[in-house]
């Protein structure tokens, strides 16, 4: 069969390559025409469009970009009607991908699966009327929202576990490098405990978040400070913001970074449930443009108690979130002292075996290809 994916950034190019290599393994005559990024165009297929050239973030980055925006997008329905797929997977990155689904409903019928379904639990609930209309089959990864939409919204779904969960528990089996090893091969001071940096996938991300980091990090001088660069951030990039602090930076070993880190501080998203994963006690932290509005708005605005995975899988605050007004150096620095060891430290981690537990062993890509698979072969 043919699938046509698309994703629009890195998180979403890491989970669509293992659900190609997934539906590949069931499905022996697949074919695949995406856009997307450098790992699913390892699996094989057509790459179309790089995330890179997709990866806008905020309203005022959205406008500038509006022509680009529209432009990608016209260029995107025409090549699937050109193309034909049996299906189309749509992968997070909802702005653009229900615009998509809309189009394939209304023009098309080829069907539209979505998987990593919009957070709409959190803002832009009024988009279960698009859901509902234009996507065929809904898959997700996060086991608060079958109650969310399946209770609330009387829409069916599919979970099928959390793909971040499996990739790394994988990565641990396999991981082999000491800690001696990583240190060395990436000019590290091992005598001096990790302190990872997750600033964000974007640029907006990295300019926002980064700054205010890099400048709580230098108040623990026993520590070593070591960025995870996002793909597609040139070091210069970081660099500019490094100033006189002793960094670090590490690409395409995020994960191997996570493994030895002792604390991190991160920036909201999937990242905040890899490091809780890799059980490294975290702040989560995530700048916002008008602080001061927006954390009055918060409360107003977002449907949900918290913004980072970790804390609305448990449905308890298990790591601190500074967000908006709360995200000043002064607060990491208070957060980061309470868990670099001691209660604080133990009561986190106690945590995320909690969060483990409620996530489950499913297999998300394997089991999300197997029901898409299945679905399919019932049409034709």
Known sequence: MRYYLIAGEASGDLHASHLMRALKAQDKDAEFRFFGGDMMAEVGGTLVKHYRELAYMGVVAVVMHLRTILRNMRLCKADIVRWKPDVVILVDYPG????????????TNIPAYYYISPKIWAWKEYRIKNIRRDIAELFSILPFEVDFF???????????????????????????????AFSKNNG????????????????????????????????????QIVIAAAPGIDDSYYNKYVDDCD?????DQTYALL???????????????????????????????FPKL??????VVLKVKY?????????????????????TVGNIINELSTIVDGKGRET?????????????????????????????????
Do not use: W
């Not at 653009?96 to 023009?107: E, G, Q, S």
């Not at 790394?168 to 082999?176: D, I, L, M, P």
């Open 96 to 107: 653009f991908n229900l615009d998509i689904a809309k189009f394939l409903k209304a023009k």
């Open 294 to 299: 927006i954390g009055l708005l918060r409360k």
């Open 247 to 251: 960094v670090r930076i590490v690409r």
């Open 188 to 223: 590290l001071n091992i005598d001096k405990p990790i302190m990872a940096v997750l600033a964000g996938s974007r640029k907006q991300e990295i300019d926002g978040n980064l700054p205010t980091m890099l400048q709580a990090a230098k108040h623990f001088s026993n520590y």
């Open 348 to 380: 986190m981690l106690e945590g995320y075996e909690d969060l483990s537990r409620i996530l489950g062993e499913k297999n998300a890509p394997v089991e999300a290809a197997s029901i898409m698979i299945e679905l399919l072969r019932k049409k034709k």
């Open 150 to 180: 399946e209770k609330k919204h009387n829409y069916p779904i599919h979970y099928v576990g959390n793909p971040t969960a499996i990739e790394v528990a994988e990565f641990r089996k396999r991981y082999t490098e000491t800690l001696e």
């Open 307 to 327: 913004v980072s995975l970790v804390n609305l899988i448990v449905n308890r605050e298990i790591v601190k979130e500074l967000v908006a007004d709360s995200f």
């Open 259 to 289: 493994t030895h880190a002792h604390v991190a501080q991160v920036t909201s998203g999937t990242a905040t449930l890899e490091t809780a994963l890799f059980k490294v006690p975290q702040v989560v932290c995530y700048a916002t443009v």
